[in-house]
């Protein structure tokens, strides 16, 4: 069998024709702005998780001066009302001592005055502290409405992935044992798709099994509009010695991602905006290359799908 395969390789690369360094350079351009955008991404991503975790901080600060201004109403009230009482009394006394003492009298309305005094200041505090609890108890409030929104909106958007890797695995039934998966990790789905099921040994042509997984896979895409679709080829290190259009396995990757492209593209209900072909080469293997089996897992083509963050980053930013 691995003879047949070297002599397919063989025959192949005789067939093959070379890109003009134009074009290379091209590649190697698109390649790495995508690169960049997708580093973007993830350190948007870890952004808003930091932010989302200063929020939860925010909340709990906020939460104990809640707290700190309660007992502090309460100590206000208490003190009022002992004083309340100091009054009382001391009017009562007042009136028991009128017919008695005139020095009596005047010491105990000088107290009055003083208590007087010290109760409407008292009074004026409460009142501003019940001012400052209601707006504390406001802000709190809103808080805990924008973290709530927050959380269930990330949650959402990670119940529609758990959706579309769903409606995914369904379409793709059809695959399984071929050299498919499809998996959910860090809030994104993976499907990967070996070249066995796709191309031809050093062929970046479709076959027609790969073909109808890559349409059957557009199908579920085209319902969702608002998911990033990027299409990474991987090869494995044996070195592409072929002449033609292709110098290396970088150009194969990047070659046969696009080819993928081309056909997710061929579905008028995916937006191509959304679409993105990036080539790894074999510097991203998932499996040693020391076998053939690991050289076999490492030959694929993934599709990484990632949720839109634009309704996330709006609402941290009304925050």
């Known amino acids: 069998m691995i003879k047949k395969i070297s002599i397919l390789l063989t025959v192949l690369i005789v067939f093959s024709s070379c890109v003009s360094p134009k074009v290379y350079k091209e590649l190697e351009g698109k390649y790495s702005t995508l690169k960049k955008d997708y580093n973007a991404l993830e350190e948007e991503n870890g952004n808003l998780e930091d932010q989302k975790n200063q929020l939860l901080h925010d909340l709990n600060t906020l939460a104990k001066q809640y707290d700190n201004a309660v007992t502090k109403n309460d100590k206000l009230k208490s003190d009022y009302e002992a004083l309340k009482v100091k ?4 009017n009562n006394s007042y009136t028991a001592l009128e017919e008695n003492s005139s020095v009596a009298i005047a010491e105990n309305a000088k107290k009055n005055r003083e208590l007087l005094a010290q109760l409407e200041a008292k009074e004026q505090a409460l009142a501003i502290e019940n001012e400052r609890l ?4 406001k802000d709190l409030a809103d808080r805990s409405n924008r973290v709530n929104e927050l959380e269930s909106l990330i949650a959402a958007k990670d119940q529609a992935m758990r959706d579309l890797k769903d409606a995914i695995s369904r379409a793709l039934t059809d695959f399984e044992g071929k ?7 860090d809030g994104k789905v993976y499907v990967s798709m070996e070249n066995k099921l796709l191309f031809k040994s050093g062929s970046w042509a479709v076959g027609q099994e790969g073909q109808q997984a890559v349409e059957q896979l557009g199908e579920v ?20 010695s072929g002449s033609g259009q292709l110098k290396g396995n970088w150009d ?13 593209k061929s579905n008028p209900k995916i937006n191509p905006e959304n679409l993105t072909a990036a080539g790894r080469g074999e510097f991203a293997p998932i499996a040693t290359n020391k ?7 490492n030959r694929r083509i993934e599709v990484i799908l990632t949720p839109k963050l634009d309704e996330i980053s709006k609402l941290l930013n009304e925050i």
């Open 87 to 90: 009054y009382d009394n001391l």
């Open 134 to 137: 209601k707006q504390l108890e």
């Open 179 to 185: 050299g498919l998966t499809v998996e959910q990790r």
């Open 221 to 240: 895409l085209a319902n969702n509009h608002d998911i990033a679709i990027l299409i990474e080829g991987h090869t494995d290190n044996v070195p592409y």
């Open 252 to 264: 194969l990757s990047t070659k046969r991602a696009t080819a993928i492209v081309k056909i997710l």
């Open 291 to 297: 076998s053939s089996e690991g050289r076999a897992k």
